[in-house]
């Protein structure tokens, strides 16, 4: 399964495929990947129908021996008259592995495609919309499905615009080239998200959310298993143990990870955007507490500077901390019981469920080549490297990776 060492990049192609409606309100410093409105109005008599389409191509390598490649494809359709609009996105993650825990196990690179694709369509009427999605993805081994309804409503003239959404997610895991009728573990998602954004000012605006989620099923990934140790053992055990070392030191035989059948998530986050006169300053900070005992923060800025009409270049800084969860050891504890070993009823080995912290940092660039409306056409060009430190895991203590994006928007009326 296409898991932790990608998730960074699933997460930013999603956020970069999927384009979502945008509301022409010049008082909101927000719209394109620079931060800039990529609205205008109809005023000059052209269709109320506006088409968006947009590629990308993206990669990531890290120093723990993961390669993705994802080509990517997006479209958005909408009518400023009628207030109607619709988007889709559909991509593909490419990825060769040959981890560190691929390593210890004494298993082969291997690699895998994963397809992931998500639909949407809102409409707003005057100061009340709605809005309906849904997403579909496929590994060999994983499948996931969800929907979601959200509802709109702007408030206070427009200076307050209010969304309630609810969420749901099947996702089923199994085992390559097993049909999952016989194996599978299946997992419920139920979510509801709250947001408010403000228009403080002209140039203003700040958006607090609140994320809630709830889990329930089977949450242990079906190949990993765990070496135990003797209690005299585990103090010879340092973080970034070698698999030689562990396989020295650990009891025979290993035991398939195990985690709780529930998860309760919260979230809160704040997104502040302010609109400078030749640039665009956003800050997005994020607090994150779950009933595992997982406490994260995450804060992102990017501030965006527009060369002349057509350029546009920008930094991007992400610091991310967190704690472990309340069962994380590095080395698990246990016995021999006749041929069977006795092991912590909750027990793990995804590092990212462990003590971490990461920084990320890249510049970014976009270069508006249309005609008559520069944004007609755009490339984009996103560069980022992030660091990552375990501070108490087996394998491994640290990774470097690295991010390239390279998409191309299309607008047309």
């Known amino acids: 399964m296409i898991r932790t060492s990608s998730e960074i990049l699933f997460t930013v192609g999603l956020l970069v495929a999927c384009i979502g409606t945008a509301r022409a309100d010049a008082t909101k410093p927000r719209g394109g990947s620079d931060g800039r409105d990529s609205t205008q109005g109809t005023t000059d008599g052209s269709s109320a129908w506006v088409w968006e389409t947009r590629g990308e191509f993206s990669f990531y390598q890290d120093s723990d021996a993961v390669t993705v490649f994802t080509p990517a494809v997006s479209g958005a359709v909408s009518d400023t008259l009628s207030g109607w609009s619709a988007s889709g996105s559909y991509l593909v993650d490419v990825v060769s592995a040959a981890s560190v825990d691929i390593v210890s196990t004494a298993s082969p690179r291997w690699q895998e495609l994963r397809h992931a694709a998500s639909l949407d369509a809102t409409y707003q009427a005057g100061t009340l919309g709605a809005k309906v999605g849904g997403s579909f993805s496929s590994e060999p081994d994983y499948l996931s499905a969800g929907g ?31 049909p999952f009728f016989v194996y599978s573990l299946g997992l419920d998602r139920y979510g509801a ?7 403080l000012d002209r140039s203003t605006t700040f958006t607090p959310t609140l994320d809630l989620a709830y889990e329930a099923g089977r949450q242990e990934k079906p190949y990993r298993y765990l070496p135990l140790f003797s209690a005299d053992a585990v103090a010879r055990v340092p973080a970034g143990a070698s698999p030689d070392l562990v396989n020295q030191l650990r009891l025979p035989g290993k035991v398939a990870e195990q985690v709780p059948d529930d998860r309760a998530r919260y979230a809160v986050s704040g997104r502040l955007a302010h609109r400078f006169k030749h640039s665009t300053l956003v800050i997005v900070d994020r607090l994150y507490a779950d009933d595992w005992g997982l406490l994260a923060t995450t804060t992102d800025v990017r501030f965006v500077f527009e060369l002349g009409r057509r350029w546009s270049i920008w930094p991007h800084a992400r610091a991310h901390l967190q704690s472990g969860v309340s069962f994380w050891q590095r080395a698990y504890v246990g016995s021999e019981l006749g041929m069977a070993l006795d092991a912590p009823t909750f027990r793990t080995g995804d590092r990212e469920l462990g003590p971490l912290w990461s920084g990320t940092l890249g510049p970014g660039a976009r270069w508006d080549l249309g005609g008559k409306d520069p944004r007609s056409l755009s490339a984009v060009l996103e560069l980022e490297g992030t660091y990552t430190r375990y501070s108490d895991a087996l394998y491994i203590e640290q990774r470097w990776a690295g991010f390239a994006s390279l998409q191309l928007e299309a607008q047309f009326r």
Do not use: H, N, P, Q
């Open 148 to 178: 979601a309804v959200t509802g709109i409503a702007e408030l206070a003239r427009k200076t307050a615009t209010l969304e309630l959404a609810l969420t749901y997610t099947r996702d089923t895991a199994g085992r390559k080239d097993t």
């Open 193 to 199: 998200v709250a947001s408010l954004e403000l228009v």
